[in-house]
């Protein structure tokens, strides 16, 4: 008779046919840096993250390189904002400072910065507006100089989390033209218009001011239209896809796994942080097994990269759990 149970007879059996394994490589850590002095401000929403100011971030970069966290993706918050989101590609903005600062403190630990305008403008849309609309091509050229500026400051990996079209060519060329050709792109391809991003937005002061981000970030109902969008940005010159956010969108991972030859990202967005979290706090679930079987089933559905808030914490359970299988 077959049996199914033979496969889960005990831990070392389990772990012996087991198909699937998280890895500290995998987790991209986000990091709020925020204009200002001596700040550490935590975000209510958001439990166990904080906004840090530049001379606070080394306590934070200790904690991520004692986790064994080989990646961060950096959030600037900027003191002034305006129309144009000018301090985005401000040579001396708050997140090239952040990108230097870390750069110079642990130069091996990859820093990819974040390209959109959001953070910046005082209206909170990731694109230049104009009578209520946001422009598409309009904003290319100021996320080209926003890619290059943070380049400039040493980021590895530019990472465009806009929508606009034909934002991954614009880069690239860019990019290359200024003489950044070894710089990786990380396209957040399928982003959806999504309610999970709530969280960030006051982690991120980005909120925006009027409307929504309907007209640029994609409808959440779309499985073949996130297709198309990934096969742009490939075509545009995109290295890695990302899809957001993760856990409510495992089929696209899963599609895009199966359909390109690609490194997958997946990010594990702010609400789903949340959520977990809120739960765990109230004794609801077990946190530690809640969230590594989140990991598992995001890398189970074909994504390699998983950029979330809970690595420092997965890390951690990860190194506990290699010592005990010793
Ligand atoms: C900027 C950006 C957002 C997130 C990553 N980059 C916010 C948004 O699009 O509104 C969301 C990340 C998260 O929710 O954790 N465009
Ligand atoms: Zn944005």
Redesign the pocket.
């Known amino acids: 008779m077959k049996r199914m149970r033979r496969l889960r007879v005990s831990r070392q059996m389990r772990r012996l046919v087991r198909e699937t394994s998280v890895e500290r490589g995998d987790l991209v850590y986000?990091v709020f840096i925020i204009e200002g002095e001596n700040i550490k401000n935590p975000i209510a929403s958001m439990p166990g993250i904080f906004q840090y100011s530049i001379d606070r971030l080394d306590e934070e970069l200790d904690r991520v390189r004692h986790a064994g966290i080989g990646a961060v993706l950096l959030f600037g918050i900027p003191a002034h904002k305006d129309e144009a989101g000018s301090e985005a590609y401000a040579k001396d903005g708050i997140t090239q400072r952040a990108v230097r600062f870390i750069k110079e403190r642990i130069p091996e630990l990859l820093v990819i910065a974040?390209v959109?305008l959001?953070e910046y403008t005082s209206h909170g849309h990731?694109g230049l507006v104009s009578h209520g609309e946001v422009l598409n091509d309009e904003t290319l050229p100021l996320l080209g100089k926003m890619a290059v500026s943070l380049a400039e400051a040493g980021a590895d990996i530019i990472a465009p989390?806009?929508m606009m079209d034909g934002r991954v060519a614009y880069i690239r060329e860019a990019l290359d033209k200024a003489g950044y050709s070894n710089i990786m792109i990380m396209a957040y391809s399928a982003k959806f218009a999504s309610g999970?991003?709530s969280?960030?937005?006051d982690a991120a002061h980005?909120a925006p001011g009027f409307g929504d981000?309907k007209t640029y970030?994609m409808d959440f109902a779309n499985r073949k239209e996130a297709i198309r969008e990934w096969k742009e940005d490939i075509e545009e010159g995109a290295d890695v896809i990302m899809i957001k956010p993760a856990l409510a969108y495992l089929d696209i991972v899963r599609e895009a796994a199966d359909r390109t030859e690609y490194p997958i990202a997946a990010?594990n967005?702010?609400?789903e942080y949340s959520m977990v979290k809120a739960a765990a706090a109230n004794g609801w679930i077990d946190e530690k097994r809640i969230v590594m079987e989140n990991m598992t089933a995001i890398k189970r559905a074909g994504a390699k990269i998983i950029i979330t808030y809970h690595a420092i914490d997965v890390a951690a359970w990860l190194k506990e759990q290699e010592e005990m299988d010793e």
């Open positions: 986000p974040d959109c959001c990731c989390s806009d999970y991003y969280p960030f937005r980005s981000r970030q990010y967005v702010s609400g």
